[in-house]
C-alpha cells in the first residue's frame, strides 16, 4: 500500500520551535507528561511549517498555497531543525513519561535523526528524479474535499506559482540519477500532468470564481503543465554516461532499515528468518498439493519434485478468476462478506461509520502498485478511504491474463482482506482514533504492513473460506509473496542478487505469474526497504502475539489481544511489545515501569 504521497522535505522560516534554553544539560525536572504534549504540538506546528507537501498529505492545510525551492538552503533548514528537536526531546526524561507518550518520544527522536540521515547521507535528491514530483499534492488538494472547492482552487493557484524556480532548481541538483527512477520519474510526471491540463480547468468551471481570475489561474495551470512536460523531457535528454547504481548497498541498506523499519532485529536477522520461513511454508504447500492431486488430476502421476508438484496445482487453481471486466466489482463484492465473518467470528470491532471507496488508481500514483489503500490523514477524520485499483485497459490479452490467474478467485479475496477487511483499511480507523496525532503521523510501515498480513492468516485461522486446502495452499502461495519480498529486496541491494535469479526466485520458488514477477522487479529497482515491511512486521506481530499469550494464559482472547494491538495507532512493534507486555501498573501509581 502507498500511505504516504511522495514528498520532497523542504524549509522556509527560520523560527523553530524547540525548548532550547541557554546553559542546560541534561534532563529537567518537572518535564512531565503534560510539558511532553505541548512540546509535541509545537513540534508539529514547526515541522509543517517547514514542509506544506507533507502537511497536505496528513490533512494539514494551512501551508496548502505554498511550494518550497528545494535548494541548499532550504535543506540547510531542515537539518538544523531537526537538530534543535533532538535537543529539544533530549531535555525530557523519558522514563518518567506515559506509555503512550514514550511511544511518541521515540517517533519523533527517529523521526529528526531520520531527516538528518536523509540529507547528508542519503542524498536521494542528487540521484532520485522521482522526488520532483509535484503532482501529487496538487491531485490532493483537488481531489479531497475539506473545504470549498473554490478556496482549495486558489490555494493550489498560489502553489503553482513556484513551480518554475522548483524544476529550475531541480535541474540544478539531479547529478548521475538512477536510470529506473528517471524512467519512473517520466511516467510518473506524465502520468500526473493531467491535474494541471484537465483535471484543474474541470473543477474551475464547478466554481463561481469571477472570469478575470478564471484567466490567471488557467494561464498558469497551462505554464505549470508545460513546466512539468519541460523537466520530464530534460530527464529523457539527460546525459547520464555513469548512472548511480539502483542497488542501495549495504551500508545504507542498513541505515534505512533502522529508520525506516525500527526492528529490534537487524536485517541480516529478519532475511535469515525468512529464508527459514520460506523453507517451511514449501513443506506446508507440498503436503497439501498431494492431499488435493488426485481431486484435480486423477489418476495422473504425480511430479516427483515437490515445487514442480505445488506449480502444477496451483495452476490449475488458478484458472479460476473473473473476467477483465469485472475486476473492481468483484472487489466490491467482496467487502460486504468480509466485514460480516468479522462480525460473526468476533475476531475485533469495526466502525461501520467509515465508508471505503472503491476506485480506479489516480494517474499520479501509476508504476508502482497494483493496488493499494488510501486512507483519510489524521488531521482529515472525515476523508474517503480508497481502494485503488490499477486497471488493465489498455494492456495485451496475455498479460491481462496473466494477472487474472495472479488475482484469482482465491487470491483476490485475500487482496481484499489485506487491503480492506481486517487489513490496511481497519488498521488506518483504528490508527486515526489512536489518541496521538503522532503515531497517526509517522506511521511505522512494518507494523502497518505486518498488521495486513497477520490479518490474512488470522481470518483463515477462523475458518474464512471454509477451511478448503485450495484457499489455504492459495494463502500460502501469497504468504510467500511477503517472505520473498523480503529475501529479494535485501539480497537485490545489498548481495547484488541478478535479475534472472530474481525472476527465478520469484517464479519458481514463490510461484508467481510472469508480469506479477515483471511487476516486483520494477519496484525493487525503484524502492529499497520498504518490500522488507511485509514480513518483518509480520514476524513481529506473532512473537508478540505468542508472548501475550503467555502473559494473560486464561484471560487471553484474540478479539483483545487484537483491538489492544491496534489501539496504539500505527507505531513500531518493539514499542507496542513493551506496552503490551509490561507489568500492569501497581493501583494508584499513574505511570508503569517498562517491563520486557
Ligand atoms: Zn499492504
Ligand atoms: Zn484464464
Not at 523499519?261 to 541480516?268: F, R
Not at 481497519?426 to 511505522?444: D, E, M, R, T
Not at 503467555?550 to 491496534?566: A, I
Request: glycine share 6%; hydrophobic share 35%.
Amino acid at each position: 500500500m502507498i500511505k504516504k504521497l511522495l514528498y520532497t522535505a523542504i524549509v522556509i522560516t527560520t523560527a523553530f520551535i524547540g525548548c532550547k534554553k541557554d546553559g542546560n544539560t541534561g534532563p529537567q525536572l518537572g518535564k512531565d507528561d503534560a510539558a511532553f504534549t505541548t512540546y509535541e504540538n509545537s513540534f508539529l506546528e514547526g515541522l509543517w511549517k517547514l514542509n506544506p507537501d507533507w502537511a497536505a498529505s496528513v490533512g494539514y492545510h494551512k501551508y496548502d498555497s505554498l511550494l518550497f525551492v528545494p535548494d541548499d538552503k532550504l535543506r540547510d533548514k531542515l537539518v538544523t531543525f531537526a537538530k534543535v528537536q533532538i535537543d529539544s526531546l533530549s531535555r525530557f526524561d523519558v522514563t518518567i513519561l506515559s506509555d503512550a507518550n514514550k511511544i511518541d518520544y521515540h517517533l519523533m527522536q527517529n523521526q529528526m535523526e531520520s531527516i538528518e540521515w536523509t540529507i547528508q547521507q542519503l542524498k536521494s535528491y542528487q540521484w532520485d528524479p522521482a522526488a520532483y514530483n509535484v503532482t501529487g499534492t496538487f491531485a490532493y488538494i483537488l481531489n479531497e474535499h475539506y473545504a470549498p472547492l473554490a478556496n482549495r482552487m486558489r490555494n493550489f493557484y498560489q502553489k503553482m506559482l513556484n513551480i518554475p524556480a522548483y524544476y529550475k532548481e531541480a535541474e540544478k541538483q539531479v547529478k548521475n540519477p538512477v536510470t529506473d527512477l528517471t524512467n519512473l520519474a517520466e511516467d510518473q510526471l506524465l502520468g500526473g500532468v493531467g491535474v494541471f491540463e484537465k483535471d484543474f480547468t474541470d473543477s474551475l468551471k464547478k466554481t463561481n470564481i469571477p472570469q478575470a481570475e478564471q484567466k490567471l489561474m488557467l494561464d498558469r495551470a497551462h505554464l505549470s503543465a508545460e513546466t512539468v512536460k519541460a523537466f520530464a523531457e530534460w530527464l529523457k535528454n539527460l546525459k547520464n554516461d555513469k548512472p548511480r547504481s539502483f542497488r542501495l548497498g549495504r551500508e545504507l541498506y542498513d541505515e534505512k532499515f533502522k529508520y525506516d523499519i525500527q526492528s529490534e532485529s537487524t536485517p541480516q536477522q529478519i532475511y535469515n528468518a525468512a529464508v527459514e520461513r520460506k523453507k517451511h511454508i514449501h513443506h506446508e504447500m507440498a503436503q497439501i498439493s498431494k492431499k488435493l492431486w488426485p481431486k484435480y488430476f486423477g489418476t495422473k502421476a504425480m511430479p516427483t519434485d515437490s515445487l514442480d508438484l505445488i506449480a502444477q496445482v496451483i495452476d490449475t487453481l488458478s484458472a479460476k478468476h473473473v473476467q477483465p471486466g469485472e475486476f473492481q466489482s468483484a472487489i466490491e463484492n467482496e467487502l460486504p462478506k468480509l466485514t460480516a465473518f468479522v462480525k460473526a467470528k468476533d475476531l475485533l470491532t469495526l466502525d461501520p461509520s467509515k465508508p471505503l471507496v472503491v476506485r480506479k488508481e489516480p494517474g499520479y500514483m501509476a508504476g508502482v502498485a497494483g493496488a493499494s489503500m488510501s486512507s483519510p490523514g489524521p488531521y482529515d477524520k472525515s476523508g474517503n478511504s480508497y481502494f485503488n485499483v490499477g486497471s488493465l485497459a489498455g494492456w495485451p490479452p496475455a498479460k491481462v491474463e496473466s494477472y487474472l490467474r495472479e488475482y484469482n478467485q482465491y487470491i483476490l479475496q485475500i487482496l481484499c482482506i489485506h487491503e480492506a477487511i481486517p487489513g490496511h483499511y481497519v488498521q488506518l480507523l483504528y490508527a486515526n482514533k489512536a489518541p496521538s496525532l503522532i503515531k497517526s503521523i509517522f506511521g511505522n510501515t512494518a507494523m502497518v504492513e505486518g498488521w495486513a498480513v497477520y490479518s490474512e492468516e488470522m481470518m483463515l485461522d477462523n475458518g474464512f473460506g471454509g477451511d478448503a486446502p485450495e484457499m489455504r495452499l492459495m494463502w500460502y502461495k501469497w504468504h510467500l509473496r511477503s517472505v520473498c519480498n523480503t529475501i529479494l529486496d535485501y539480497a537485490v541491494h545489498t548481495q547484488n542478487m541478478s535479475k534472472q535469479d530474481a525472476l527465478n526466485l520469484l517464479t519458481h520458488e514463490a510461484f508467481q505469474q510472469q508480469a506479477e514477477a515483471d511487476g516486483k522487479w520494477k519496484r525493487v529497482s525503484v524502492t529499497s526497504v520498504q518490500l522488507d515491511s511485509y514480513f518483518t512486521g509480520y514476524k513481529e506481530i506473532m512473537d508478540l502475539r505468542e508472548a501475550y499469550k503467555k502473559k494473560m494464559g486464561d484471560k487471553y482472547k484474540l478479539k483483545d489481544f487484537n483491538e489492544k494491538f491496534l489501539s496504539y495507532g500505527s507505531a513500531p512493534v518493539r514499542y507496542i511489545r513493551e506496552a503490551m507486555l509490561a507489568k500492569e501498573p501497581v493501583s494508584g501509581s499513574s505511570s508503569s515501569s517498562g517491563g520486557q
